[in-house]
């Protein structure tokens, strides 16, 4: 290994351990509580060492929903190719709301933040690859329907029940429940060319 390679391998690690330093921090305490002071205590590196790798907190924040997207892309992924087909979009439903329950802080970095992740033009990949599969899901039901549409409209669906459920607005009890019919009135199981406009 070369004296450049081990060098970017190290900032490799040392961006890794920033990052999931902030994520566990947000995790237990909120956004709030991720300041450098806070990093650099508990990581213990010094304030300028972690502005070497990130400009911002808002920089290490988008760092984390990067990690995120990618996680949730790759939950969604097993979610949609370990079931039968026609079982795939409620199970994506249900991977998608669980992730947003287990891991919430991920999710505000994802979607509640600002952000200078770019959405809906595909120059994200990590976006990209979970709305990729939930356009996969989708794809098969959607005949004659557009499928950037009808997957936006899903996405915003699922989204929508996450939040409000994360913020006590709905019976709790009623969650799974909601996403069955999110799923069975977005997507069902005849949805396609046949459908009469």
């Given at each position: 290994?070369?004296?450049?390679?081990?060098?970017?391998?190290?900032?490799?690690?040392?961006?890794?351990?920033?990052?999931?330093?902030?994520?566990?921090?947000?995790?237990?305490?909120?956004?709030?509580?991720?300041?450098?002071?806070?990093?650099?205590?508990?990581?213990?590196?010094?304030?300028?060492?972690?502005?070497?790798?990130?400009?911002?907190?808002?920089?290490?924040?988008?760092?984390?929903?990067?990690?995120?997207?990618?996680?949730?892309?790759?939950?969604?992924?097993?979610?949609?190719?370990?079931?039968?087909?026609?079982?795939?979009?409620?199970?994506?439903?249900?991977?998608?709301?669980?992730?947003?329950?287990?891991?919430?802080?991920?999710?505000?970095?994802?979607?509640?933040?600002?952000?200078?992740l770019r959405f809906g033009n595909g120059s994200a990949p990590a976006p990209s690859s979970a709305f990729a599969e939930l356009?996969?899901?989708?794809?098969?039901?959607?005949?004659?329907?557009?499928?950037?549409?009808?997957?936006?409209?899903?996405?915003?669906?699922?989204?929508?029940?996450?939040?409000?459920?994360?913020?006590?607005?709905?019976?709790?009890?009623?969650?799974?429940?909601?996403?069955?019919?999110?799923?069975?009135?977005?997507?069902?199981?005849?949805?396609?060319?046949?459908?009469?406009?």
């Amino acid at each position: 290994m070369t004296i450049e390679d081990r060098r970017a391998r190290d900032r490799a690690t040392r961006r890794r351990l920033i990052t999931s330093t902030a994520r566990t921090v947000a995790e237990r305490e909120g956004w709030d509580a991720v300041t450098t002071r806070r990093l650099s205590a508990e990581i213990e590196y010094s304030q300028p060492v972690i502005y070497k790798h990130f400009a911002s907190l808002d920089e290490i924040a988008d760092a984390v929903a990067l990690e995120g997207f990618a996680e949730l892309a790759a939950g969604l992924h097993e979610a949609r190719t370990t079931v039968a087909p026609g079982d795939a979009p409620i199970a994506v439903a249900r991977r998608y709301a669980a992730f947003a329950t287990d891991a919430p802080a991920v999710y505000e970095a994802m979607f509640g933040r600002a952000t200078r992740l770019r959405f809906g033009n595909g120059s994200a990949p990590a976006p990209s690859s979970a709305f990729a599969e939930l356009r996969a899901v989708l794809e098969p039901r959607a005949g004659h329907d557009d499928v950037e549409l009808l997957t936006e409209t899903f996405w915003a669906g699922l989204h929508g029940l996450v939040v409000l459920q994360r913020g006590a607005r709905l019976r709790p009890d009623l969650q799974e429940a909601r996403i069955d019919l999110l799923v069975e009135k977005i997507v069902p199981a005849g949805l396609g060319g046949d459908r009469r406009r």
